[in-house]
């Protein structure tokens, strides 16, 4: 291999590298900004299944058909496969909003120490402005951004620590 196809080698992961970065960043904002509706999912999710078991599921089967069978007993069918489905879809995907959300809850405790953490919870989850943290916290928007810049980095490296390990190993 020549000098020359290591630097083309070293210049096409450096670019994957600041490309896959940049993504990571905005996944983690995007993951920040749906913290709370992630949260009001799973709840919906949990009402729906509640809702199914004791509405759907038992109306079904108190409406149960009769079916007669060889040697004239009756046989009941109960539940319906599609509510059943219904309810393993909605766990499934509970499961996956649970595993968001303890990511989060996870990285942001790390991070709570920081003096700026502020910033963060008002950035993301009371949706204020720059211009509105600027006059909250006294900083200009330049500072604000840099220390956003910062926490979003650690953030992103926690939350999605072992997809990093993962592109490294």
Excluded at 33 to 42: E, G, H, S, T, V
């Amino acid at each position: 291999m020549t000098e020359k196809d290591k630097k083309e080698i070293l210049e096409y992961v450096v670019k994957e590298l600041r490309f896959y970065k940049r993504d990571l960043y905005q996944e983690t904002e995007k993951a920040l900004k749906n913290y709370a509706y992630n949260k009001i999912m799973m709840e919906k999710n949990n009402k729906r299944i509640k809702e199914i078991w004791e509405k759907g599921l038992n109306e079904q089967i108190r409406k149960a058909t009769m079916e007669r069978v060889s040697g004239g007993k009756v046989e009941y069918k109960g539940i319906p496969e599609k509510e059943i489905d219904r309810i393993e879809y909605l766990q499934k995907e509970n499961i996956k909003l649970e595993k968001r959300i303890i990511r989060i809850e996870n990285a942001l405790e790390c991070i709570k120490v920081n003096p700026y953490y502020k910033i963060i919870e008002m950035r993301y989850f009371n949706k204020y402005t720059l211009e509105e943290i600027e006059v909250e916290t006294g900083l200009s928007i330049k500072t604000i951004r840099n220390h956003l810049k910062n926490m979003i980095g650690i953030l992103q490296n926690l939350i999605f620590q072992e997809i990093v390990l993962q592109e490294i190993s």
